[in-house]
Protein backbone atom coordinates (compact mmCIF):
# COMPACT_ATOMS: atom_id res chain seq x y z
CA UNK A 1 0.00 0.00 0.00
CA UNK A 2 2.78 2.22 1.09
CA UNK A 3 5.11 1.20 -1.59
CA UNK A 4 2.00 1.82 -4.09
CA UNK A 5 2.27 5.78 -3.21
CA UNK A 6 6.16 5.97 -3.86
CA UNK A 7 5.34 4.01 -7.53
CA UNK A 8 2.28 6.46 -8.18
CA UNK A 9 4.60 9.78 -7.51
CA UNK A 10 7.02 8.15 -9.32
CA UNK A 11 4.75 7.45 -12.18
CA UNK A 12 3.15 11.15 -11.62
CA UNK A 13 6.64 12.82 -11.77
CA UNK A 14 8.02 10.76 -14.79
CA UNK A 15 5.13 12.92 -16.99
CA UNK A 16 5.78 16.26 -15.21
CA UNK A 17 9.48 16.53 -14.80
CA UNK A 18 12.21 15.54 -16.81
CA UNK A 19 13.94 12.44 -15.74
CA UNK A 20 11.61 12.42 -13.03
CA UNK A 21 13.65 14.45 -10.59
CA UNK A 22 14.81 17.78 -10.50
CA UNK A 23 18.70 17.30 -9.71
CA UNK A 24 20.21 14.56 -10.44
CA UNK A 25 22.20 13.64 -6.82
CA UNK A 26 18.79 12.46 -6.37
CA UNK A 27 17.81 10.61 -8.80
CA UNK A 28 17.36 7.50 -6.65
CA UNK A 29 16.24 4.11 -8.47
CA UNK A 30 13.93 3.13 -6.85
CA UNK A 31 12.96 6.61 -5.60
CA UNK A 32 12.61 8.19 -2.61
CA UNK A 33 9.88 10.52 -1.51
CA UNK A 34 10.42 12.35 1.79
CA UNK A 35 7.91 14.37 4.11
CA UNK A 36 9.48 15.18 6.96
CA UNK A 37 12.34 15.86 8.80
CA UNK A 38 13.66 16.28 12.05
CA UNK A 39 17.34 16.84 13.64
CA UNK A 40 19.09 13.83 12.22
CA UNK A 41 16.10 11.90 10.48
CA UNK A 42 13.80 12.06 7.66
CA UNK A 43 10.55 10.33 6.37
CA UNK A 44 9.74 8.74 3.42
CA UNK A 45 6.23 8.68 2.26
CA UNK A 46 6.10 4.75 2.72
CA UNK A 47 6.57 5.02 6.27
CA UNK A 48 10.31 4.40 6.23
CA UNK A 49 13.03 6.55 8.37
CA UNK A 50 16.12 7.24 7.51
CA UNK A 51 18.96 8.74 9.34
CA UNK A 52 20.12 11.14 6.94
CA UNK A 53 23.59 11.87 6.03
CA UNK A 54 22.87 14.09 2.76
CA UNK A 55 21.69 17.00 5.24
CA UNK A 56 20.44 19.13 2.92
CA UNK A 57 23.15 18.78 -0.18
CA UNK A 58 25.57 19.70 3.55
CA UNK A 59 23.36 23.05 4.33
CA UNK A 60 22.51 21.53 7.67
CA UNK A 61 25.53 21.59 9.86
CA UNK A 62 22.86 22.11 12.81
CA UNK A 63 20.63 19.52 11.17
CA UNK A 64 16.63 19.77 9.99
CA UNK A 65 14.64 22.23 11.40
CA UNK A 66 16.74 23.11 14.28
CA UNK A 67 14.24 25.10 17.03
CA UNK A 68 16.06 28.36 16.53
CA UNK A 69 16.09 28.42 12.91
CA UNK A 70 12.31 27.55 13.12
CA UNK A 71 11.83 29.97 15.25
CA UNK A 72 13.81 32.87 13.53
CA UNK A 73 11.74 31.69 10.53
CA UNK A 74 8.39 31.55 11.52
CA UNK A 75 8.80 35.06 13.11
CA UNK A 76 10.51 36.50 10.09
CA UNK A 77 7.39 35.02 7.58
CA UNK A 78 4.81 36.79 9.53
CA UNK A 79 6.81 40.19 9.03
CA UNK A 80 6.68 39.75 5.23
CA UNK A 81 9.40 38.33 3.21
CA UNK A 82 10.33 40.71 0.74
CA UNK A 83 10.26 44.43 1.42
CA UNK A 84 11.73 45.71 -2.10
CA UNK A 85 14.05 47.95 0.05
CA UNK A 86 17.19 47.43 2.07
CA UNK A 87 16.15 46.04 5.78
CA UNK A 88 18.32 45.99 8.67
CA UNK A 89 19.26 42.07 8.75
CA UNK A 90 21.01 42.28 5.65
CA UNK A 91 23.66 44.40 7.24
CA UNK A 92 23.59 41.63 10.40
CA UNK A 93 24.00 39.03 8.29
CA UNK A 94 27.17 40.18 6.32
CA UNK A 95 28.90 41.77 10.06
CA UNK A 96 28.75 38.13 11.23
CA UNK A 97 29.95 36.53 7.50
CA UNK A 98 32.87 39.29 7.81
CA UNK A 99 33.14 38.78 11.41
CA UNK A 100 33.66 35.28 10.90
CA UNK A 101 35.98 35.60 7.55
CA UNK A 102 37.92 38.33 7.43
CA UNK A 103 39.20 38.22 4.12
CA UNK A 104 35.29 38.86 3.72
CA UNK A 105 35.86 42.92 4.01
CA UNK A 106 32.34 43.44 2.12
CA UNK A 107 29.93 40.65 1.12
CA UNK A 108 27.38 40.48 -1.66
CA UNK A 109 24.11 38.61 -1.00
CA UNK A 110 23.55 36.31 -4.19
CA UNK A 111 20.32 33.55 -4.39
CA UNK A 112 22.42 30.44 -4.58
CA UNK A 113 26.26 29.16 -4.99
CA UNK A 114 26.12 28.97 -8.67
CA UNK A 115 25.27 32.58 -8.71
CA UNK A 116 28.24 33.86 -6.18
CA UNK A 117 30.59 31.94 -8.57
CA UNK A 118 29.26 33.91 -11.65
CA UNK A 119 29.40 37.15 -9.62
CA UNK A 120 32.76 36.30 -7.92
CA UNK A 121 33.93 35.67 -11.58
CA UNK A 122 32.27 38.88 -13.13
CA UNK A 123 34.50 40.55 -10.41
CA UNK A 124 37.49 38.88 -11.22
CA UNK A 125 37.35 39.78 -14.82
CA UNK A 126 36.15 43.54 -14.26
CA UNK A 127 38.52 44.08 -11.93
CA UNK A 128 41.77 42.66 -14.19
CA UNK A 129 40.25 43.39 -17.70
CA UNK A 130 40.90 40.04 -18.20
CA UNK A 131 38.81 37.55 -20.11
CA UNK A 132 40.10 33.81 -19.09
CA UNK A 133 39.16 31.92 -15.60
CA UNK A 134 41.31 28.97 -14.88
CA UNK A 135 39.44 26.06 -12.84
CA UNK A 136 40.65 22.80 -11.82
CA UNK A 137 39.12 19.66 -13.06
CA UNK A 138 36.59 18.05 -11.00
CA UNK A 139 36.54 21.07 -9.06
CA UNK A 140 32.48 21.63 -8.90
CA UNK A 141 31.36 25.66 -8.81
CA UNK A 142 27.43 25.26 -9.54
CA UNK A 143 26.21 25.33 -13.43
CA UNK A 144 26.82 28.39 -14.66
CA UNK A 145 28.42 28.48 -18.20
CA UNK A 146 31.65 29.54 -17.60
CA UNK A 147 32.72 26.54 -14.98
CA UNK A 148 30.94 23.80 -16.97
CA UNK A 149 33.89 22.87 -18.50
CA UNK A 150 35.99 20.01 -17.40
CA UNK A 151 38.43 17.77 -19.09
CA UNK A 152 37.51 14.13 -20.90
CA UNK A 153 39.11 11.31 -20.90
CA UNK A 154 41.53 12.26 -23.18
CA UNK A 155 42.07 15.21 -21.15
CA UNK A 156 40.24 17.94 -23.81
CA UNK A 157 38.04 20.36 -22.47
CA UNK A 158 34.47 19.07 -22.50
CA UNK A 159 31.78 21.82 -21.76
CA UNK A 160 28.12 21.08 -20.75
CA UNK A 161 25.63 20.78 -23.95
CA UNK A 162 24.12 24.50 -23.97
CA UNK A 163 27.13 26.04 -22.98
CA UNK A 164 28.62 28.20 -26.07
CA UNK A 165 31.40 27.44 -27.07
CA UNK A 166 32.86 31.04 -27.29
CA UNK A 167 32.19 30.84 -23.38
CA UNK A 168 34.27 27.59 -22.58
CA UNK A 169 36.38 28.75 -24.44
CA UNK A 170 37.71 31.52 -22.20
CA UNK A 171 37.76 28.87 -19.72
CA UNK A 172 41.07 26.99 -18.66
CA UNK A 173 40.61 23.78 -17.52
CA UNK A 174 43.77 22.26 -15.50
CA UNK A 175 44.62 19.33 -13.38
CA UNK A 176 45.48 20.49 -9.89
CA UNK A 177 49.37 20.37 -9.76
CA UNK A 178 51.56 23.26 -9.67
CA UNK A 179 53.17 22.95 -12.70
CA UNK A 180 50.04 23.17 -15.13
CA UNK A 181 48.40 26.12 -12.91
CA UNK A 182 51.44 28.20 -12.97
CA UNK A 183 52.05 26.84 -16.96
CA UNK A 184 48.20 28.67 -17.52
CA UNK A 185 48.78 31.59 -15.60
CA UNK A 186 52.25 32.30 -17.37
CA UNK A 187 50.73 34.47 -19.95
CA UNK A 188 49.49 36.72 -17.84
CA UNK A 189 45.75 37.04 -19.29
CA UNK A 190 44.25 35.32 -16.53
CA UNK A 191 41.43 37.35 -14.25
CA UNK A 192 41.32 34.22 -11.95
CA UNK A 193 41.94 31.23 -10.28
CA UNK A 194 38.70 29.25 -9.03
CA UNK A 195 39.00 26.37 -6.79
CA UNK A 196 37.09 24.53 -4.01
CA UNK A 197 40.28 24.81 -1.53
CA UNK A 198 39.17 21.52 0.49
CA UNK A 199 40.14 19.89 -3.12
CA UNK A 200 37.23 18.74 -5.70
CA UNK A 201 34.09 17.25 -4.33
CA UNK A 202 34.57 19.02 -0.69
CA UNK A 203 37.86 16.87 -0.02
CA UNK A 204 36.88 14.09 -2.66
CA UNK A 205 40.26 14.47 -3.89
CA UNK A 206 41.67 16.19 -1.30
CA UNK A 207 44.45 19.18 -2.96
CA UNK A 208 48.17 17.95 -2.20
CA UNK A 209 49.71 19.92 0.45
CA UNK A 210 50.94 23.21 0.18
CA UNK A 211 49.34 23.63 -3.30
CA UNK A 212 46.88 26.21 -2.22
CA UNK A 213 49.42 28.66 -1.12
CA UNK A 214 51.59 27.67 -4.13
CA UNK A 215 48.97 28.84 -5.75
CA UNK A 216 48.20 31.69 -4.05
CA UNK A 217 52.01 32.93 -5.34
CA UNK A 218 51.63 32.08 -8.42
CA UNK A 219 48.35 34.35 -8.61
CA UNK A 220 50.38 37.11 -7.16
CA UNK A 221 53.07 36.90 -9.84
CA UNK A 222 50.89 37.44 -12.37
CA UNK A 223 48.28 40.29 -11.19
CA UNK A 224 45.80 36.75 -11.07
CA UNK A 225 42.83 37.17 -8.41
CA UNK A 226 42.40 33.53 -6.51
CA UNK A 227 38.59 32.94 -5.68
CA UNK A 228 37.96 30.26 -3.44
CA UNK A 229 35.05 28.26 -3.92
CA UNK A 230 33.85 27.29 -0.32
CA UNK A 231 29.97 27.31 -1.02
CA UNK A 232 30.38 23.72 1.11
CA UNK A 233 33.43 24.14 2.88
CA UNK A 234 32.75 27.91 4.67
CA UNK A 235 31.83 27.69 8.17
CA UNK A 236 31.45 23.46 8.24
CA UNK A 237 34.99 22.69 8.28
CA UNK A 238 35.97 25.52 11.13
CA UNK A 239 33.83 28.92 11.66
CA UNK A 240 36.32 30.64 9.45
CA UNK A 241 36.10 28.03 6.57
CA UNK A 242 38.94 25.92 4.64
CA UNK A 243 40.90 29.61 4.55
CA UNK A 244 41.31 29.41 8.15
CA UNK A 245 42.42 25.74 7.83
CA UNK A 246 45.11 26.31 5.75
CA UNK A 247 45.92 29.91 6.49
CA UNK A 248 45.96 31.03 2.49
CA UNK A 249 44.19 34.08 2.17
CA UNK A 250 42.00 34.56 -1.35
CA UNK A 251 40.57 37.47 -3.07
CA UNK A 252 37.12 36.46 -3.40
CA UNK A 253 35.27 33.97 -1.58
CA UNK A 254 31.98 32.13 -2.88
CA UNK A 255 29.73 31.00 -0.09
CA UNK A 256 26.73 28.96 0.07
CA UNK A 257 24.68 26.53 2.29
CA UNK A 258 25.40 26.84 5.53
CA UNK A 259 25.19 30.55 5.38
CA UNK A 260 22.05 30.64 3.92
CA UNK A 261 20.88 28.60 7.52
CA UNK A 262 19.02 25.82 4.51
CA UNK A 263 17.05 28.21 2.88
CA UNK A 264 18.37 29.21 -0.75
CA UNK A 265 21.06 31.50 -0.51
CA UNK A 266 24.52 32.48 -1.36
CA UNK A 267 27.17 35.41 -1.37
CA UNK A 268 30.88 36.70 -2.37
CA UNK A 269 32.96 38.57 0.18
CA UNK A 270 36.49 39.90 -0.65
CA UNK A 271 38.77 42.59 -0.81
CA UNK A 272 36.98 45.81 0.00
CA UNK A 273 38.81 47.36 -3.34
CA UNK A 274 37.14 44.74 -5.49
CA UNK A 275 33.93 44.33 -3.61
CA UNK A 276 33.94 48.64 -4.65
CA UNK A 277 33.22 47.59 -8.28
CA UNK A 278 29.64 46.18 -7.16
CA UNK A 279 28.61 49.69 -5.97
CA UNK A 280 29.41 51.11 -9.49
CA UNK A 281 29.21 49.53 -13.34
CA UNK A 282 28.82 45.98 -12.31
CA UNK A 283 25.57 44.82 -13.21
CA UNK A 284 24.39 42.50 -9.90
CA UNK A 285 20.37 42.85 -9.93
CA UNK A 286 18.21 40.10 -8.21
CA UNK A 287 15.17 40.19 -6.45
CA UNK A 288 15.74 37.71 -3.57
CA UNK A 289 19.19 39.13 -2.63
CA UNK A 290 19.59 38.86 0.78
CA UNK A 291 15.70 38.53 1.16
CA UNK A 292 14.63 38.66 4.93
CA UNK A 293 13.49 34.99 5.07
CA UNK A 294 16.99 33.74 4.26
CA UNK A 295 18.45 36.56 6.31
CA UNK A 296 16.52 35.36 9.48
CA UNK A 297 17.69 31.96 8.75
CA UNK A 298 21.30 32.65 8.19
CA UNK A 299 21.85 34.57 10.96
CA UNK A 300 20.37 32.13 13.43
CA UNK A 301 22.82 29.91 12.52
CA UNK A 302 25.64 32.20 12.05
CA UNK A 303 25.15 32.85 15.16
CA UNK A 304 25.44 29.42 16.73
CA UNK A 305 27.98 28.24 14.67
CA UNK A 306 30.53 31.25 15.28
CA UNK A 307 32.01 29.44 18.36
CA UNK A 308 32.75 26.47 16.92
CA UNK A 309 31.45 23.78 19.15
CA UNK A 310 28.48 22.71 15.95
CA UNK A 311 31.80 22.19 13.78
CA UNK A 312 33.50 20.20 16.85
CA UNK A 313 30.55 18.23 17.68
CA UNK A 314 29.60 17.20 13.63
CA UNK A 315 33.83 16.38 13.27
CA UNK A 316 33.95 14.31 15.97
CA UNK A 317 30.80 12.26 15.00
CA UNK A 318 32.61 12.15 11.58
CA UNK A 319 35.69 10.64 12.91
CA UNK A 320 33.69 7.86 14.84
CA UNK A 321 32.17 7.32 12.05
CA UNK A 322 35.15 6.96 9.85
CA UNK A 323 36.75 4.11 11.95
CA UNK A 324 33.62 2.07 12.30
CA UNK A 325 33.32 2.21 8.47
CA UNK A 326 36.84 1.41 8.05
CA UNK A 327 36.82 -1.52 10.61
CA UNK A 328 33.78 -3.00 8.86
CA UNK A 329 35.03 -2.87 5.06
CA UNK A 330 38.02 -5.02 6.76
CA UNK A 331 36.42 -7.16 8.80
CA UNK A 332 33.71 -8.16 5.58
CA UNK A 333 36.68 -8.26 3.55
CA UNK A 334 35.56 -5.51 1.15
CA UNK A 335 38.31 -3.54 -0.39
CA UNK A 336 37.88 0.34 -0.12
CA UNK A 337 39.05 3.64 1.41
CA UNK A 338 37.13 5.70 3.98
CA UNK A 339 38.52 9.16 4.88
CA UNK A 340 37.30 12.36 5.69
CA UNK A 341 37.37 16.44 5.76
CA UNK A 342 36.16 17.61 9.28
CA UNK A 343 32.56 16.48 9.26
CA UNK A 344 32.32 14.98 5.48
CA UNK A 345 33.25 11.44 5.21
CA UNK A 346 33.80 9.94 1.94
CA UNK A 347 33.98 6.30 0.87
CA UNK A 348 35.51 4.53 -2.71
CA UNK A 349 35.28 0.95 -3.11
CA UNK A 350 37.49 -0.63 -4.96
CA UNK A 351 35.47 -2.47 -7.06
CA UNK A 352 32.83 -0.18 -9.53
CA UNK A 353 29.78 -2.67 -9.09
CA UNK A 354 30.29 -2.72 -5.55
CA UNK A 355 30.66 0.77 -5.35
CA UNK A 356 27.87 1.40 -7.74
CA UNK A 357 25.66 -0.48 -5.38
CA UNK A 358 26.73 1.48 -1.77
CA UNK A 359 24.25 3.93 -1.23
CA UNK A 360 21.35 1.86 -2.50
CA UNK A 361 22.28 -0.63 0.07
CA UNK A 362 22.88 1.77 2.68
CA UNK A 363 19.37 3.12 1.89
CA UNK A 364 17.93 -0.47 2.26
CA UNK A 365 19.41 -0.34 5.82
CA UNK A 366 17.97 3.25 6.45
CA UNK A 367 20.98 4.81 5.85
CA UNK A 368 20.98 7.92 3.33
CA UNK A 369 24.28 9.34 1.83
CA UNK A 370 24.67 11.91 -0.96
CA UNK A 371 26.01 9.65 -3.63
CA UNK A 372 29.06 7.82 -1.25
CA UNK A 373 29.37 11.06 0.94
CA UNK A 374 27.88 11.47 4.06
CA UNK A 375 27.92 14.82 5.82
CA UNK A 376 27.37 15.10 9.59
CA UNK A 377 26.07 17.60 11.44
CA UNK A 378 25.81 18.53 15.29
CA UNK A 379 23.29 16.93 16.27
CA UNK A 380 23.66 13.49 14.72
CA UNK A 381 23.62 11.25 18.62
CA UNK A 382 25.28 8.37 19.77
CA UNK A 383 22.02 6.56 18.97
CA UNK A 384 22.61 7.27 15.07
CA UNK A 385 25.95 6.26 15.14
CA UNK A 386 24.97 2.87 16.92
CA UNK A 387 22.35 1.89 14.03
CA UNK A 388 24.77 3.29 10.82
CA UNK A 389 27.43 1.14 11.87
CA UNK A 390 25.14 -1.89 12.00
CA UNK A 391 23.68 -0.46 8.98
CA UNK A 392 26.50 0.10 7.31
CA UNK A 393 28.00 -3.62 8.60
CA UNK A 394 24.58 -5.13 6.58
CA UNK A 395 25.11 -3.16 4.02
CA UNK A 396 28.53 -4.65 3.54
CA UNK A 397 27.31 -7.93 3.25
CA UNK A 398 24.93 -7.48 1.31
CA UNK A 399 27.58 -6.02 -1.64
CA UNK A 400 28.92 -9.74 -1.33
CA UNK A 401 25.80 -10.79 -2.86
CA UNK A 402 25.72 -10.77 -6.18
CA UNK A 403 23.55 -8.00 -7.83
CA UNK A 404 19.97 -8.97 -8.03
CA UNK A 405 19.97 -11.81 -5.24
CA UNK A 406 17.42 -11.50 -2.71
N1 LIG B 1 30.22 25.30 -5.23
C1 LIG B 1 30.35 24.12 -4.63
C2 LIG B 1 31.68 23.69 -4.10
C3 LIG B 1 29.23 23.29 -4.48
O1 LIG B 1 29.35 22.08 -3.91
C4 LIG B 1 27.97 23.75 -4.95
C5 LIG B 1 26.71 22.93 -4.80
N2 LIG B 1 26.82 21.65 -4.35
C6 LIG B 1 27.91 24.99 -5.58
C7 LIG B 1 29.05 25.75 -5.69
C8 LIG B 1 26.63 25.51 -6.16
O2 LIG B 1 25.78 25.95 -5.16
P1 LIG B 1 24.21 25.97 -5.42
O3 LIG B 1 23.78 24.56 -5.56
O4 LIG B 1 23.65 26.68 -4.20
O5 LIG B 1 23.97 26.76 -6.66
Known sequence: MERARTE???????????????????????????????GSRKWLVDGRELIDYTMGHGALLLGHAHPAIVQAVRDQVARGTHYGASHPLE?????????????????????????????????????TGREVVVKLHEHFHGWSDTVSVDL?????????????????????VVRPDVESIRAALAGRDVAA???????????????????????RTA??????????????????VAPGGMQATLRVRP???????????????????????????????????????????????????????GDGAP?????????????????????????????RLSSILHVQLDDAEQHGR??????????????????????HSLRDLDETAEAFRRAAVSLLQPSGAV
Not at 14 to 21: D, E, I, R, T, Y
Not at 320 to 331: F, K, M, P, S
Request: net charge neutral; charged share 15%.
Open 358 to 379: LSNALRDQGVDLLRTSAFCSAV
Open 219 to 236: CDETGTLLVFDEVVTGFR
Open 8 to 38: DLQARAQKVLPGGNTHVARAYSPAVYVTRAQ
Open 91 to 127: IEWAELISGLVPSAEQVRFTQSGTEAAMLGLRVARAA
Open 311 to 339: QRAADGYARTLEAEWRAVLEAVGIPGRVW
Open 152 to 172: DASGQPAASPGVPAAVAAVTR
Open 193 to 215: VILEPSGAHYGGIPLEDGLALAI
Open 251 to 305: DLTLFGKVMAGGLPGGAVGGRRDLMALLAGRIMHPGTFNANPLTASAGIATLRIV
